[in-house]
């Protein structure tokens, strides 16, 4: 290949070239845009997207599972247990809700939307939406709080709480009195192997047969307790039911 | 009757300044069409929208808001700048790109100066431009501006002699370096336009000259002197406010002059397409104008075609390409011009 020839080769792929390149923008200019005008259209959210959570509390039994599931502790849930006497009412998947739920807040300017928390809900009440555009000015804005209690209720449902669970010491100790008094008498009898090998409950458990029930009073100690439809919450539940209660209460919940 | 204003108004001072003020009315609404139109086109070029808010309708408002913006930007000087340098130098590159439209006929019976030697006049006021930036560039104290202002000035000077052996060729055609003579020699049919009708002496001549003037409009592919990537922003890297908006302005100012001048001596320049249909002194306006808006759309479309070009490769295509064709050519028209008598 002579120079020459390079030279003129050179400026004739030179025109052309341009030429195609020319011909490549003139069609983009009339390709329809790809953008989108944003607040004007949309793009649609993916069906799975993760966007806002959202907890519908009609249906959270404050179980803390998804809190525990966060991978950046930004949901925190506080609960009280409520009164034999209180209907909170059922979830929609059927299970009987027992607290009530004085604080569920989700700090979104923790949440890294991972949506971890997600799978583990019980009653599938915590879940994404599809709103994204929550930008605030000042980042506790983000702090969102799900619960449906008023202020008032939450400090009243907290109070009788604690109420009740200091009156349920009490009976403890009582009936704990009552049972030592009563292995004391039994420890002459020959029955003693069995009562000392379950210790804790065994002699409750007979409690109920034995003193008469304060329940009439309208505040009983006893906690209705679930079931264990839930296998999981048993280890972690921060308010866990002693199993003498449960024994105790079981029977009675399944005859309703 | 080759300017209205001082055949109705007299050559006196309001005449003079009438017919010099002119220009500049045409230039402010020209300059924000063709940013609003080179926003537009960059974008679509790339598939994207461009401005589509201020305004409401696809953001026709977009340069009159940037104008606003640069109007209320703090006036910047470096305090190392050599000041009177500095300040002058935006003023020095609008003048030049400003001169340049004295000697360009708008219409028949516009032309600001009507003197003998308009195309020559147009040349040699251009090259003020150079002048400008260079000192923009050294007074900035910057070595971005510097290298800018340097590489301007290597371009700048590569790419006249092109363009003016361009233009000379034209000249030797028509016998006059008056524009108004140039587009007078063209009028008829469009056929008659030196580009078509002188087939292929003065189309190759076009080529030559419309690369060249790419290449003094500072614009990509030739923006080697502002070369965002590189330089910052060249030689107005130190500029704000309205010193930047001058050399904005100039810019687009600059694009209408080369484009106008190539309209002028290829494309009829006032002369409709049409023979004697459609002329006259107002639609004589209308298609010149008309005229360099197609050339600047080009100047646009070309812009966002290619890529910048590397500065040995810059003096290349001048020095090896643009300057031997340029010579060539104006011994093959000036054979010709002899031969047909
Ligand atoms: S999405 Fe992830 S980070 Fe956000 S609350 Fe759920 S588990 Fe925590
Ligand atoms: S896992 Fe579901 S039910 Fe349990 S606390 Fe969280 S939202 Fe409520």
Redesign the interface.
């Given at each position: 290949m002579s120079p020459v020839y390079r030279?003129f080769r050179n400026?004739g792929k030179g025109f052309w070239t341009?030429l195609i390149?020319?011909r490549?923008?003139?069609k983009?200019?009339?390709?329809?845009?790809?953008?989108i005008?944003y607040p004007d259209a949309r793009m649609s959210i993916p069906e799975r997207g993760r966007n806002r959570l959202y907890v519908n509390m009609d249906d959270c039994i404050g179980c803390n599972q998804c809190g525990m599931a966060c991978p950046v502790d930004c949901i925190s849930i506080e609960t009280a247990k409520s009164l034999p006497t209180e209907d909170l009412g059922v979830t929609s998947t059927g299970q009987k809700k027992r607290l009530w739920v004085t604080k569920f807040d989700i700090d979104f300017a923790k949440c890294c939307y991972c949506g971890l928390c997600v799978p583990p809900c019980p009653t599938e009440c915590i879940y994404m939406t599809d709103v994204y555009e929550f930008s605030e000015y000042d980042r506790s804005n983000l702090n969102y709080s799900f619960i449906t209690l008023s202020p008032e209720e939450v400090t009243s449902k907290v109070e009788q709480a604690k109420a009740a669970e200091r009156e349920a010491a009490a009976k403890k100790a009582a009936a704990a009195a009552a049972a030592a008094a009563q292995r004391a008498a039994q420890a002459q009898a020959p029955a003693a192997p069995a009562g000392q090998d379950q210790a804790p409950t065994s002699p409750v458990q007979q409690k109920p047969a034995e003193p008469p029930r304060p329940a009439p009073t309208g505040t009983p100690e006893t906690k209705p307790s679930a079931p264990q439809t839930t296998p999981a919450p048993a280890p972690e539940n921060p308010t866990p039911d002693k199993p003498d209660t449960q024994d105790k209460t079981n029977p009675k919940d399944s005859s309703d | 009757m080759h300017n209205f204003i001082t055949y109705y108004i007299g050559t006196g001072f309001w005449g003079s300044l009438v017919s010099s003020i002119l220009p500049l009315v045409y230039i402010m609404p020209y300059a924000l069409v063709t940013m609003w139109l080179e926003l537009k086109i960059s974008a679509h070029m790339q598939d994207r929208l461009g401005p589509m808010r201020t305004g409401r309708w696809h953001g026709w408002a977009q340069p009159l808001a940037d104008v606003t913006k640069l109007l209320q930007k703090e006036d910047i000087i470096p305090a190392a700048a050599d000041k009177v340098l500095y300040l002058l130098a935006p003023a020095l590159v609008f003048i030049g790109s400003y001169a340049a439209y004295a000697a360009i006929p708008f219409s028949p019976a516009y032309i600001g100066a009507d003197i003998n030697l308009g195309i020559f006049y147009i040349v040699a006021v251009s090259a003020i431009v150079v002048l400008g930036i260079l000192m923009a560039g050294w007074s900035s104290n910057n070595k971005w501006s510097l290298l800018g202002a340097m590489r301007t000035a290597a371009q700048l000077v590569s790419y006249e002699i092109p363009s003016s052996l361009a233009i000379l060729a034209v000249v030797m055609v028509v016998g006059s370096f008056n524009l108004n003579d140039v587009c007078s020699a063209q009028s008829g049919w469009f056929w008659n336009w030196f580009v078509f009708g002188k087939f292929p002496f003065l189309f190759i001549t076009f080529i030559i000259y419309f690369i060249a003037s790419l290449a003094e409009t500072n614009r990509a592919p030739f923006d080697i002197p502002e070369a965002e990537s590189e330089l910052v922003a060249g030689y107005h890297t130190e500029y704000s406010g309205m010193r930047f908006a001058f050399f904005y302005l100039a810019e687009y100012a600059n694009m209408f002059v080369v484009a106008a001048v190539a309209a002028v001596l290829f494309f009829g320049g006032w002369n409709s397409p049409f023979g004697a249909y459609l002329s006259g002194p107002v639609w004589g306006a209308f298609w010149l104008i008309s005229k360099g808006m197609v050339l600047v759309f080009i100047q646009i479309w070309l812009r966002w075609t290619l890529p910048r070009f590397r500065v040995d490769q810059l003096m290349y295509l001048s020095w090896k390409i643009l300057t031997p064709f340029a010579l060539l050519n104006i011994f093959a028209v000036g054979l010709w011009v002899v031969l047909r008598g």
């Amino acid at each position: 290949m002579s120079p020459v020839y390079r030279y003129f080769r050179n400026i004739g792929k030179g025109f052309w070239t341009i030429l195609i390149g020319m011909r490549i923008t003139m069609k983009h200019l009339f390709t329809p845009a790809v953008t989108i005008q944003y607040p004007d259209a949309r793009m649609s959210i993916p069906e799975r997207g993760r966007n806002r959570l959202y907890v519908n509390m009609d249906d959270c039994i404050g179980c803390n599972q998804c809190g525990m599931a966060c991978p950046v502790d930004c949901i925190s849930i506080e609960t009280a247990k409520s009164l034999p006497t209180e209907d909170l009412g059922v979830t929609s998947t059927g299970q009987k809700k027992r607290l009530w739920v004085t604080k569920f807040d989700i700090d979104f300017a923790k949440c890294c939307y991972c949506g971890l928390c997600v799978p583990p809900c019980p009653t599938e009440c915590i879940y994404m939406t599809d709103v994204y555009e929550f930008s605030e000015y000042d980042r506790s804005n983000l702090n969102y709080s799900f619960i449906t209690l008023s202020p008032e209720e939450v400090t009243s449902k907290v109070e009788q709480a604690k109420a009740a669970e200091r009156e349920a010491a009490a009976k403890k100790a009582a009936a704990a009195a009552a049972a030592a008094a009563q292995r004391a008498a039994q420890a002459q009898a020959p029955a003693a192997p069995a009562g000392q090998d379950q210790a804790p409950t065994s002699p409750v458990q007979q409690k109920p047969a034995e003193p008469p029930r304060p329940a009439p009073t309208g505040t009983p100690e006893t906690k209705p307790s679930a079931p264990q439809t839930t296998p999981a919450p048993a280890p972690e539940n921060p308010t866990p039911d002693k199993p003498d209660t449960q024994d105790k209460t079981n029977p009675k919940d399944s005859s309703d | 009757m080759h300017n209205f204003i001082t055949y109705y108004i007299g050559t006196g001072f309001w005449g003079s300044l009438v017919s010099s003020i002119l220009p500049l009315v045409y230039i402010m609404p020209y300059a924000l069409v063709t940013m609003w139109l080179e926003l537009k086109i960059s974008a679509h070029m790339q598939d994207r929208l461009g401005p589509m808010r201020t305004g409401r309708w696809h953001g026709w408002a977009q340069p009159l808001a940037d104008v606003t913006k640069l109007l209320q930007k703090e006036d910047i000087i470096p305090a190392a700048a050599d000041k009177v340098l500095y300040l002058l130098a935006p003023a020095l590159v609008f003048i030049g790109s400003y001169a340049a439209y004295a000697a360009i006929p708008f219409s028949p019976a516009y032309i600001g100066a009507d003197i003998n030697l308009g195309i020559f006049y147009i040349v040699a006021v251009s090259a003020i431009v150079v002048l400008g930036i260079l000192m923009a560039g050294w007074s900035s104290n910057n070595k971005w501006s510097l290298l800018g202002a340097m590489r301007t000035a290597a371009q700048l000077v590569s790419y006249e002699i092109p363009s003016s052996l361009a233009i000379l060729a034209v000249v030797m055609v028509v016998g006059s370096f008056n524009l108004n003579d140039v587009c007078s020699a063209q009028s008829g049919w469009f056929w008659n336009w030196f580009v078509f009708g002188k087939f292929p002496f003065l189309f190759i001549t076009f080529i030559i000259y419309f690369i060249a003037s790419l290449a003094e409009t500072n614009r990509a592919p030739f923006d080697i002197p502002e070369a965002e990537s590189e330089l910052v922003a060249g030689y107005h890297t130190e500029y704000s406010g309205m010193r930047f908006a001058f050399f904005y302005l100039a810019e687009y100012a600059n694009m209408f002059v080369v484009a106008a001048v190539a309209a002028v001596l290829f494309f009829g320049g006032w002369n409709s397409p049409f023979g004697a249909y459609l002329s006259g002194p107002v639609w004589g306006a209308f298609w010149l104008i008309s005229k360099g808006m197609v050339l600047v759309f080009i100047q646009i479309w070309l812009r966002w075609t290619l890529p910048r070009f590397r500065v040995d490769q810059l003096m290349y295509l001048s020095w090896k390409i643009l300057t031997p064709f340029a010579l060539l050519n104006i011994f093959a028209v000036g054979l010709w011009v002899v031969l047909r008598g």
